[in-house]
T-cell receptor, first 113, second 118 residues
Framework: AQSVTQPDIHITVSEGASLELRCNYSYGATPYLFWYVQSPGQGLQLLLK??????LVQGIKGFEAEFKRSQSSFNLRKPSVHWSDAAEYFCAVLGGGADGLTFGKGTHLIIQP | NAGVTQTPKFQVLKTGQSMTLQCAQD?????MYWYRQDPGMGLRLIYYSASEGTTDKGEVPNGYNVSRLNKREFSLRLESAAPSQTSVYFC?????????????????FGAGTRLSVL
């Protein structure tokens, strides 16, 4: 069975600074990978996805992520964060069937003025 | 185009009461899902329906039942609510990469149902 680890429960970043959120997955074959964002009291919004092809994927709101097979990682990056980026971020993996996503436990992003 | 709609948005139950959470999607997706979200746990899959007429257990199915009423609707029922079922429940549906095939693709989420069981 697949699994996802997000090592950082909380991350604090100053507004305008760069951001990297870590995600490691465990899956035997090439996975489908996702990053979702959840604002307080809201549902989940897809930021970006990796299915195949170019290992650097671009998403909404200026986010990007890089799939590194050798490290089993799919880290999320943003060059300059905005206060509106404060939220909970979830990495997820889909094993290839219709049996749902496996989520990491999330990283809570705090933006300092 | 409403996407995935969940009702109710909030609910408070007493231990032992029953209720049904409703979910409907208008995107013609084949696959639908129910997750629960608990602090520090991320989202965990309760049940899913790969296509109309089929349902399968996920990671945490105990205490729940589901019905795939038609292609649009997928309901989650708590027969006898327990305090451990206090959570936020999310319904999702999947846009398939393979037309008409299994739910391999992007999942779209509803806004959630916040349930408290006293």
């Amino acid at each position: 069975a697949q699994s996802v680890t997000q090592p950082d429960i909380h991350i604090t970043v100053s507004e305008g600074a760069s951001l990297e959120l870590r995600c490691n997955y465990s899956y035997g074959a090439t996975p489908y990978l996702f990053w979702y964002v959840q604002s307080p009291g809201q549902g989940l919004q897809l930021l970006l996805k990796y299915f195949s092809g170019d290992t650097l994927v671009q998403g909404i709101k200026g986010f990007e992520a890089e799939f590194k097979r050798s490290q089993s990682s799919f880290n999320l990056r943003k060059p300059s964060v905005h206060w509106s980026d404060a939220a909970e971020y979830f990495c997820a993996v889909l094993g290839g069937g219709a049996d749902g996503l496996t989520f990491g436990k999330g990283t809570h992003l705090i933006i300092q003025p | 185009n409403a996407g995935v709609t969940q009702t109710p948005k909030f609910q408070v139950l007493k231990t032992g009461q029953s209720m049904t959470l409703q979910c409907a999607q208008d995107m013609n997706h084949n696959s639908m899902y129910w997750y629960r979200q608990d602090p520090g746990m991320g989202l965990r899959l309760i049940y899913y329906s790969a296509s109309e007429g089929t349902t399968d257990k996920g990671e945490v199915p105990n205490g729940y039942n589901v019905s795939r009423l038609n292609k649009r609707e997928f309901s989650l029922r708590l027969e006898s609510a327990a305090p451990s079922q206090t959570s936020v429940y999310f319904c999702a549906s999947t846009e398939s990469l393979i037309a008409g095939g299994p739910g391999v693709g992007i999942q779209y989420f509803g806004a959630g149902t916040r349930l408290s069981v006293l």
